[in-house]
């Protein structure tokens, strides 16, 4: 059952302080794994685990290991071989999956992936016009996003060329969450940046998940990036194991 309309999708994007529980978006991993064409192996072999709204979670683990694989059927983009994936109670092979890849998860990576030609502020509103949100609304939100994320209005109108990786980055996290997705994926996010950019990006992601309620989940190979999760799991030859979480978690 979908809890998300794309109206109140986007009545998610209070960009106030204080704490916001309003979706739930929990995914729920059942023994799933993933076998690609012609493979000899499973890149991922009998996952099981949930994922929940108001934590961070970090999943480390070798070159090869499966990291990937596994958050693109959480992104929705492959379905599990065996197996199943849970959002909210429901199979996503009963969902519409478009509209989950659309509303439910968003996405960031290592390269920041920006669209070019389009300004900063553009590149936010992108996904609310895309949702029928008014361009008018959709610049005031994008402005408040970028905001949130620590970007100066002197830097709205630039283009992403025109940024520090990290800034490009913080635009990235304003983007995903413009589309009012709380369910936050990333795949080394931090790969390309220092460590004073590492530092303030797991921090916006820390507060999103710990203060806005969101569920994000971060593939990383950088053991002090997954210090800063709650949870971490490591990924060995396809499996997914728990290896640390915080007291209290
Ligand atoms: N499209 C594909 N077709 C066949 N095999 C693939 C495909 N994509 C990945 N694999 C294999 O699946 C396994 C897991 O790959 P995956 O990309 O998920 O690993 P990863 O943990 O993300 O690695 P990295 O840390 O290098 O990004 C690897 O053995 C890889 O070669
Ligand atoms: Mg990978």
Not at 222 to 242: S, T
Request: proline share 3%; hydrophobic share 35%.
């Amino acid at each position: 059952m979908w809890r998300l309309k794309s109206k109140t999708n986007n009545d998610n994007l209070n960009t106030d302080s204080g704490k916001e529980y309003l979706t739930m978006s929990t995914l729920e991993l059942n023994d799933i794994s993933y076998k690609y064409n012609n493979a000899q192996t499973r890149a991922v072999s009998n996952a099981a685990c949930k994922f929940e709204p108001g934590h961070l979670y970090a999943i480390v683990g070798p070159s090869g290991s499966g990291k990937s694989t596994l958050l693109s059927m959480l992104a929705g983009l492959d379905l599990p071989t065996d197996g199943e994936i849970h959002y909210d109670g429901e199979s996503l092979t009963k969902l519409d999956l478009d509209r989950y890849r659309r509303e439910s998860v968003t996405m960031i990576f290592q390269q920041f992936q920006l669209f070019p030609l389009f300004t900063i502020t553009e590149n936010v509103c992108f996904p609310m016009e895309l949702q029928g949100v008014q361009p008018r609304d959709a610049k005031v939100k994008a402005e408040k996003l970028l905001e949130s994320v620590g970007i100066t209005k002197e830097q709205f109108k630039r283009f992403p060329s025109k940024l520090s990786g990290g800034e490009q980055q913080r635009v990235a996290i304003a983007r995903s969450l413009a589309t009012g997705a709380k369910i936050l994926l990333a795949d080394e996010p931090t790969g390309n940046l220092d460590v004073a950019n590492t530092e303030k990006i797991m921090a916006i992601l820390s507060k999103l998940a710990r203060d806005k309620g969101y569920c994000v989940i971060v593939v990383t190979h950088d053991m002090d990036v997954a210090n800063a999760a709650d949870i971490v799991y490591q990924m060995r030859d396809g499996q997914l194991k728990e290896v640390s979480r915080l007291a209290g978690v």
